[in-house]
């Protein structure tokens, strides 16, 4: 699981420490005993997809999809041939609502990873079909650092922050550089109550235009 070099500066102090050592370790431990997922050379998709100094917007999720053949190391993507999931199907409606974004035949968010959108989990594996199965084992502490190498950055970042879970890493970004845009999460179960209407990208992309950078273009061609 080599570290993507353009966030090796940004982070290889964090590989030096205990806690990821014994993280390696437990994963590694993990795949001889169980299917996990994503695959190993996806587990730092988000890094690879993202160089560090071409990141302009974060999104937040928490877990990997823990069923056969949908992750592969980004935040709410699946990948090519997968059903689209119930939380990324809200994204996608509001998308449509905020940007006339026209819902694609797949679920896969590489392209806004090519532009600079980092996607994200707090938690970068999982075991096969156990939810929430590698939560506490130190992944935390390393994506933590990932963020807060983001937040040191001077450029303009725009962090979305959705639910409970990712609005608490608000607390550490500095909102006199970075701009940070909140709302409950998409899944189903809380969408409805503000997720929708929160047209947060529109306003992404005119808080990127104030700062001069380039608008993401979020429409996603079909494959």
């Known amino acids: ?8 500066p940004a982070l ?21 005993k169980f299917k996990v997922f994503p695959p190993g050379p996806d587990v730092f ?17 928490q877990d ?4 056969d053949n949908q992750a592969h190391g ?4 699946v ?15 509001e998308l449509h609502d905020d940007v006339q ?17 980092l996607l994200l989990n707090a938690v970068l594996t999982v075991r096969a079909h156990q939810a929430n199965s590698h939560q506490g084992k130190g992944w935390e502490n390393f994506t933590d650092a990932v963020l807060k190498a983001v937040n040191s950055r001077q450029e303009r970042v725009v962090f979305l922050l959705w639910g409970s879970y990712a609005q608490r890493k608000a607390e550490w970004i500095d909102t006199t550089r970075h701009t940070v845009l909140k709302a409950p999460h998409p899944s189903p179960l809380s969408a409805s109550r503000g997720f929708f209407g929160c047209a947060h990208f529109s306003k992404t992309n005119a808080a990127l ?10 429409q996603l061609p079909n494959l």
């Open 74 to 77: 980004l935040a709410f993507s």
């Open 79 to 93: 990948q090519p041939g997968v059903p689209v999931p119930p939380s990324l199907q809200n994204i996608y409606k």
């Open 209 to 218: 235009q104030s700062a001069g950078f380039a608008p993401i273009n979020w």
């Open 45 to 61: 998709n988000a890094l690879r997809y993202t160089p560090f100094d071409r990141v302009r917007v974060v999104i937040i999720g």
């Open 101 to 117: 974004f026209r819902v694609p035949n797949h679920g896969c968010l590489i392209p806004w990873a090519e532009q600079g959108v």
């Open 12 to 32: 290889v102090a964090e590989t030096n420490k205990p806690y990821y050592e014994q993280l390696y370790r437990f994963v590694a431990d993990e795949r001889r």
């Open 64 to 67: 990997p999809y823990h069923d």
């Open 1 to 8: 699981m080599p570290i993507p070099e353009s966030w090796l």
